[in-house]
């Protein structure tokens, strides 16, 4: 019935509209309808695979709403996105219904996918805020992923750590985190309050060819520091030059201002991720660069507050 209104609706106005409809798993993303093309191919690679291949598909392609599940992509992507609050993931139904039981199919009953999906989300939340979307239009592949929206500033901030090599196995997003840590003493120029501090980022993989960094802490100052602007790169080991940054949010931690506290710094450092005081809890989804990858991080300013 509502189809047939829409119908009439364009037979009587006689706007020439483009309807973009892409076959399940087709590759060709428009970017039609107000659409971020970088966000339907998040939507697409992640949480709509996970919907199609976990069995969600027999009862949210069309039967029961909302139809995230939908062989038309874009209708799938529409439903989905209305249950998803991009500025907290982590509190989307899409996540608590994996595992609430809310069908009898083992589909509705394994929590332990939440962290799947919830990683599929983030990834998903920073495609959306990659791009401007609306203007219609723009329509085409979406091509190979990687590279989009990396920014690299052309000059890179004041203080940088030396480079670390994140370790062989990286945890997948439903596993704790792996610390990456970065000795301060080693960065240049050094900040005296910070000599004996280190600084801790937490890693997982999250799918192919990116890995999810978040909850940055430094323990050790001997007196309060106020930084200014936050960069991590990723580039190969056997690369040179600093590395590129996140994928799709354009730098996230760009314009953090960080009280940093005067936390001893635990001695010796644990094997697991520091429990000390967390200045950044936003993730960042970095584009691996090879097997053997290694991050650095950058500070625009640090000074005393
Ligand atoms: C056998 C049918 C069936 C399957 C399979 C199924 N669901 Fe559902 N789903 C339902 C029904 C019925 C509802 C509406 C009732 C409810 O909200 O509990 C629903 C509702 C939902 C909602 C809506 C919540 C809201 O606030 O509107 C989400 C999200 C959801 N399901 C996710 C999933 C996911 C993810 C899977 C696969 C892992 C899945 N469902 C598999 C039947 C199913």
Known sequence: MRSLLILGFLAVSGCAVETVTTAPFGDNIGGGGGINPAALQAFKNGYYAFSQSQGCVTCHASVVSPMFSSSNLTAAYTAAKSKVDFASVGSSVLISYVGNAHCSDSACSNPALAGTVQGYL??????????PSGGGGGGGDTGGGGGVGVVTPAVPPKHLTAAVALPATIPSINQAAVPVRFLLNAMAPAFPALNN???ELEVQRLG????RVTRFKIAGASAPVRITGVHVYVRAAAATGIGVEDVYQGNLWKNDVLNVAVIARPNPLPATPMNVAVLET????MPAQSSADVLTIGFENIENP
Do not use: K, T
């Open 122 to 131: 983030e990834s998903w939340a920073a495609a959306e805020a990659s791009a």
């Open 197 to 199: 501090a280190v600084a």
């Open 208 to 211: 192919p060819g990116q890995y």
């Open 282 to 285: 936003l993730a960042l989804i």
